[in-house]
């Protein structure tokens, strides 16, 4: 990961650089919504329901600033040239997909901020460390994603978006809206410095982070001890870290996580009563996990869990509460599987 580029060595940053934001649910939708209305050169890539209700009535986003509606070109090929940043929002297991569908865009300059949840397939890349390079099987298991373009064309990003699709197109977010970006490597370039500051013009309070891994373990601490219990129990975050009764729960499960994070090498500054009482103010926010269950959807448990577990066995670290919840979570999966496999064959017993 040494000499990483500024930008490019063929051309300096773009005076209106070209940006794609691929994916348009909650996080998607918010980025579009919010970066076109600020003026920014744009496209989307989108497909199904999202894909036609964005050609007929553009992105609606309700959030802290008011109403927005904004048209912007939307396809579901990847037909709108080559892109100098592409912002991928989707969730981990559909990244691969994701990206395969809109490498035409992504040409040798072309900046990739992949927008997800959980532990990130680059982790280890540019960390220096001794598992430099080493993958994640939970997220990569077979390196399609390492494989498909150099590494230095990423920004690592974590993400404090709580964005809900009320519809294909209408999304509604009704906190502020947080982005955090950090290089691999953790050198400080103009490049992401720019690409910062086209993201807080468009209303995102957005930080750079010198320490971009520290960072993802500090989020994933709000998404161990959030979303899988929230579908094992149908709560939301007001529920989980208001509720007195569960607090020792989701203490316990903060504190395996935490374990994993500082033997991974990680500096995270949490007081877990601080984070708790945050996390409780945001309101009645449905994780994006419950969000995903109650629709049918697969739910994002490799990249948020599975990787957590498998870095924790790496370095020898228990995690007794977080595999209960997550077996949990599991089988709460499988029994909703189960019953929908049941309703649409009624008469096949």
């Given at each position: 990961m040494d000499g990483l580029p500024e930008w490019s060595a063929s051309r300096p940053w773009p005076a209106a650089p070209k940006i794609c934001v691929a994916g348009a649910g909650g996080i998607g939708g918010t980025l579009a919504a919010r970066l076109a209305a600020a003026g920014q050169q744009l496209v989307v890539h989108a497909r199904g329901a999202s894909l036609d209700a964005i050609r007929r009535n553009g992105i609606e986003l309700d959030d802290l600033s008011g109403s927005v509606r904004v048209d912007v070109p939307v396809s579901d090929r990847a037909e709108f040239g080559v892109q100098d940043i592409v912002f991928a929002c989707?969730?981990?297991?559909?990244?691969?997909?994701?990206?395969?569908?809109?490498?035409?865009?992504?040409?040798?300059?072309?900046?990739?901020?992949?927008a997800i949840n959980g532990v990130p397939w680059w982790y280890f890349v540019g960390s220096g460390g001794r598992e430099e390079g080493r993958p994640v099987r939970a997220v990569d298991p077979?390196?399609?994603?390492?494989?498909?373009?150099?590494?230095?064309?990423?920004?690592?990003?974590?993400?404090?978006?709580?964005?809900?699709?009320?519809?294909?197109?209408?999304?509604?977010?009704?906190?502020?809206h947080r982005m955090i970006?950090?290089?691999?490597?953790?050198?400080?370039?103009?490049?992401?410095?720019?690409?910062?500051?086209?993201?807080?013009?468009?209303?995102?309070?957005?930080?750079?982070?010198?320490?971009?891994?520290?960072?993802?373990?500090?989020?994933?601490?709000?998404?161990?001890?959030?979303?899988?219990l929230s579908v094992v129990i149908g709560a939301t975050l007001q529920d989980i870290y208001g509720a007195a009764e569960l607090?020792?729960?989701?203490?316990?499960?903060?504190?395996?996580?935490?374990?994993?994070?500082?033997?991974?090498g990680a500096n995270v500054d949490l007081d877990p009563d601080v984070f708790f009482a945050h996390a409780a103010s945001l309101g009645a926010v449905r994780t994006s996990m419950l969000q995903d269950y109650e629709k049918g959807q697969g739910l994002e448990l490799a990249a948020i869990g599975d990787a957590v577990l498998e870095l924790a066995e790496r370095h020898r670290?228990?995690?007794?509460?977080?595999?209960?919840?997550?077996?949990?979570?599991?089988?709460?999966?499988?029994?909703?599987?189960?019953?929908?496999?049941e309703a649409a064959n009624p008469g096949s017993s």
């Open positions: 989707s969730k981990s297991q559909a990244m691969p997909a994701l990206l395969e569908a809109v490498a035409p865009m992504i040409g040798p300059d072309t900046l990739v901020v992949p077979d390196g399609r994603l390492a494989a498909m373009f150099p590494a230095h064309q990423i920004l690592g990003c974590v993400v404090y978006i709580t964005a809900e699709a009320l519809a294909p197109g209408r999304v509604v977010a009704r906190n502020p970006l950090g290089e691999l490597d953790g050198r400080p370039r103009e490049r992401l410095r720019r690409v910062c500051a086209l993201l807080a013009h468009a209303g995102i309070d957005v930080r750079m982070s010198p320490r971009i891994r520290d960072d993802v373990w500090t989020k994933l601490v709000g998404n161990l001890t959030s979303n899988p607090r020792e729960l989701v203490s316990a499960m903060a504190d395996e996580v935490l374990r994993v994070a500082e033997r991974c670290v228990p995690m007794p509460t977080t595999r209960t919840i997550l077996a949990l979570t599991r089988f709460r999966a499988a029994q909703r599987s189960s019953h929908r496999c």
